[in-house]
């Protein structure tokens, strides 16, 4: 079966830092999304993107974050200026079509690590 | 990546017992929901799901029980095998974009042998 591809899948940065995770959608698929989960607590949604544009977004999906296609492949997370409270598990999603019963595919995450 | 989860619920069940996960949702608009799995160090793996137009789904040893009066949903797991011990999540969409899910906390599931 196809997969969501992440890399890496653990990432340690210093407060401040940017980082950037990527992740390689399923490759029919037309609609990505990040979200993620602090350790112990339910599994958050970041954003969502679809044709080049970030179709929605949590309020937590701030200033310091960006969402980017840069080629046909690959769909990347920006964090500017990482902060404690960022450590966590980023799971990439996809799916082919935005439906109300497409289910998402997820990626076995990348693990953030703040210090 | 495991969910530690200091309050996660457990559910211990004996192997080739029938398991009941339970899971409550908040938004009555909510029209479609899902079952999804994680192992230790994985994503969520998708389970099941189920309209909400519907009060019964079922797959491959797994049903789905939607009661929309109470905003409640279950999962049940026939004959637990060692490698159904995960943390399972419910999730719902509120509507609108339709994979903005809103997860559960979760339930950890342990099969004994």
């Known amino acids: 079966e196809p997969e969501v591809t992440q890399t890496p899948s653990h990432q340690v940065t210093q407060m401040g830092q940017e980082v950037i995770l990527r992740c390689v959608p399923i490759s029919n698929h037309l609609y990505f999304y990040w979200y993620r989960q602090i350790l112990g607590q339910k599994v958050e949604f970041l954003v969502s993107?679809?044709?080049?544009?970030?179709?929605?977004k949590s309020e937590i999906f701030d200033d310091q974050f960006s969402v980017e296609r840069p080629d046909g492949s690959n769909f990347t997370l920006k964090i500017r200026s990482t902060k404690l409270e960022d450590s966590a598990m980023y799971f990439c999603?996809?799916?082919?079509?935005?439906?109300?019963?497409?289910?998402?595919?997820f990626g076995s995450g990348t693990q953030l690590s703040v210090l | 990546g495991e969910s530690v989860g200091l309050h996660l619920p457990t559910l211990s069940v004996q192997e080739g017992d029938n398991s009941i996960i339970n899971c409550a949702y908040s938004?009555?608009?909510?029209?479609?929901f899902i079952w999804y799995k994680q192992e230790s160090g994985k994503g969520p793996q998708f389970i099941i799901d189920?309209?909400?137009?519907?009060d019964k789904r079922q797959g491959q040893r797994v049903t789905v029980l939607l009661n929309k009066t109470v905003k409640h949903l279950s999962l049940q797991i026939a004959a637990t095998q060692p490698g159904d011990s995960a943390v399972y999540f419910c999730?719902?969409?509120?509507?609108?974009?339709?994979?903005?899910?809103?997860f559960g906390t979760g339930t950890r599931l342990q099969v004994t042998l």
């Open positions: 993107f679809y044709n080049n544009e970030i179709s929605e």
């Open positions: 189920i309209r909400s137009n519907m």
């Open positions: 938004n009555s608009a909510s029209d479609y």
């Open positions: 999603a996809s799916n082919p079509r935005q439906a109300v019963n497409e289910k998402l595919f």
């Open positions: 999730a719902e969409n509120k509507g609108g974009t339709a994979s903005k899910l809103t």
